[in-house]
């Protein structure tokens, strides 16, 4: 194990991280409120979207009361989601096959998204074990960041 820096220290503390909580549940519920309840039209359940806002704002508050442990790794999961959407949407129908790459990555996303905030407590003990080793974060940090340069390359070649 190596020394903890001020950056490990961060990640180790994300999961029950009072203010990171409220960041990302009030941005998940902000996005969601704003994206996918305003603007519902009639054919969409329109008639019910202030008894929806109301639903999804009084979840997110009451979940400080009633579930606030790990909190952050379900807001960061919901926000995951929601951006995971808009991704997907962008690539709906396009013809390129270098689409499928994206694709591919934001289902990992989803999966990893699911799995972090079905079961919370499991995002510690993957920090713990990553950061058990230098060479898990390094190996980490080099695959996502290759994996970052791929798509942007990719990006450039779409038809």
């Not at 039209?41 to 009451?62: M, P, R, W």
């Not at 129908?93 to 079961?119: M, Q």
């Not at 898990?136 to 942007?152: D, E, K, P, Q, W």
Request: glycine share 6%.
């Amino acid at each position: 194990m190596f020394p903890r820096s001020k950056f490990h220290s961060l990640v180790a503390d994300f999961p029950r991280s009072r203010l990171l909580s409220v960041t990302f549940v009030s941005i998940a519920t902000i996005w969601f409120l704003w994206k996918h309840v305003a603007f519902l039209s009639e054919a969409d359940f329109g008639e019910y979207k202030l008894l929806i806002g109301s639903i999804a704002l009084a979840t997110a508050l009451l979940s400080f009361y009633f579930v606030p442990d790990f909190l952050a790794v379900r807001g960061l999961a919901m926000i995951l989601l929601l951006w995971s959407r808009e991704v997907l949407d962008s690539a709906f129908l396009h013809a390129s096959s270098n689409r499928l790459v994206l694709v591919s990555v934001i289902y990992l996303i989803i999966l990893a998204a699911l799995y972090f905030g079905a079961w919370p407590y499991k995002m510690r003990g993957f920090i713990g074990w990553l950061y058990k080793e230098t060479l898990r974060v390094r190996t980490l940090g080099s695959a996502l960041s290759t994996l970052g340069l791929f798509i942007t390359i990719l990006s450039f070649t779409y038809s």
